[in-house]
């Protein structure tokens, strides 16, 4: 079993919806979650940084995490075409975003 | 803020030759990791130094790959001889030893083995 498990999709939304992104991790040593967006060519950019369990909210951008679940979200309102990418989750169980685990990124097309 | 540098961009070899990647990191960022990245998934760490010591490189193929940071700055991975399976994006990063240590990513060589 991986520890950081990501559906790897594809998925095809239309401009204006709503994404959810997932990630189930089984290492409970983590307490630091990101998300980072990879655009094709392009390396990793770090969009969410979480530490332990709640919400955080950037802009059109929420992260969530559930340790009792191990489980932990993005969601993207309002999305754009811009926001067609790559998204990777990944996880930490040493301060700060050292000694990452990622999973295997949602290739995500937001369709105008 | 100059971002991490890489080069080649782009790189094709036959199998058993070898290759060397470059990478610059972001002026005064202390850690410095090389990730490998197969087409479909997520990066995997391959070696982490800090300063040029290295922290962790548990998941390198010590039997073909080497790096080293000479200097504590830039740093260099080789891997000889190469494998099909080693076909990849190879991407580097660095951080700063401050705060949340967040790791900034440059734009990978993508390594090509036929």
């Known amino acids: 079993q991986k520890e950081v498990e990501q559906d790897p999709g594809p998925l095809s939304v239309p401009e204006g919806a709503i994404v959810s992104l997932n990630c189930t991790y089984s290492?409970?040593?983590?307490?630091?979650f990101m998300w980072y967006r990879q655009y094709s060519r392009k390396g990793p950019e770090l969009l969410m940084y979480t530490y332990s369990s709640g919400n955080k909210e950037d802009g059109r951008f929420t992260a969530q995490v559930d340790k009792s679940s191990k489980y932990i979200s993005l969601f993207i309102r309002d999305s754009q075409p811009s926001d067609s990418a790559t998204y990777l989750c990944a996880m930490s169980a040493v301060r700060g975003a050292q000694k990452l685990v990622f999973g295997q990124g949602t290739r995500l097309t937001i369709n105008p | 803020e100059a971002g991490v540098a890489q080069s080649p961009r782009y790189k094709i070899i036959e199998k058993r030759q070898s290759v060397a990647f470059w990478c610059n990191p972001i002026?005064?960022?202390?850690?410095l990791y090389w990730y490998q990245q197969i087409l479909g998934q997520g990066p995997k760490l391959l070696i982490q130094?800090?300063?040029?010591?290295?922290?962790?490189d548990s998941q390198l193929p010590k039997d073909r790959f080497s790096a080293e940071r000479l200097k504590g700055v830039d740093s260099t991975l080789k891997i000889q001889p190469a494998k099909l399976e080693d076909s990849a994006v190879y991407l580097c990063?660095?951080?700063?030893?401050?705060?949340?240590?967040?790791?900034?990513f440059g734009p990978g060589t993508r390594l090509t083995v036929t």
């Open positions: 990063a660095s951080s700063s030893l401050m705060g949340r240590a967040e790791q900034y």
């Open positions: 290492n409970s040593a983590f307490q630091y």
């Open positions: 130094f800090q300063n040029n010591g290295v922290v962790d």
């Open positions: 002026s005064g960022h202390a850690t």
